[in-house]
């Protein structure tokens, strides 16, 4: 892979060592910063609706990096899926390698999290290493953070469909748990995968302005 891919416009895909995971990098011209996805359980690079997000987020000006936090060996241990701490090394070994290409040593990098992933986004916050200017959460279990909430210093915008119940009330536990700049926003008519017309769209609407009000 070259070093230099600061005019790169299309996907392209990359292997992420030491763990060997895979990614699909992709960075329009002029990227204003880079959001690296965290998916839930079953899910990976080539999620449907992670791309979706991705491809939005990007003509606003964002570079983005979907990975898979496990390798397909380590999928094989369902134990591994839930290990919130390891799926949080992963994100922060993607986020130093990130920081590692030249075209991307100064650039703001932000997290977004779905299901299990928002869990490990927010740890992965938490360590600070590297620092991570906002994390956006979309229907996620940010209660899975446990004793790292408090250590999260990145603004952090919590995303919840209106007919996911019980996640609501996860997501207003972990809310008053956060000490850093934050903020819970209701999907109305929205489940917790999205898939009701719109609602995926109000979500892109919402992180958008998240990411872009909290670069530095």
Known sequence: MA?????EI???EVEIQPAGVKA??????N???VIIFAHGSGSGRLSPRNNYVAAALREDGFATLLLDLLTPEEELDRANVFDIELLAERLSMAARWIRAQPAFSEIPICYFGAS???GAALVAAARDEPRVAAVVSRGGRP????????????PTLLIVGSLDGQVIDLNKQALDALQC???????KGAGHL????????EVIVHASAWFSAHLE
């Open 143 to 154: 209660d899975l953070a446990g004793r790292w909430l408090d250590h999260v210093h990145a």
């Open 10 to 12: 299309r996907a392209r």
């Open 24 to 29: 699909i990098l992709t960075v329009p011209e």
């Open 181 to 187: 700049p934050k903020r819970m926003t209701i999907v």
């Open 116 to 118: 299990t992933g928002a």
């Open 194 to 201: 999205f898939e009701e017309p719109g609602t995926l769209e």
């Open 3 to 7: 070093d230099d891919i600061s005019n």
């Open 31 to 33: 990227a204003i910063g």
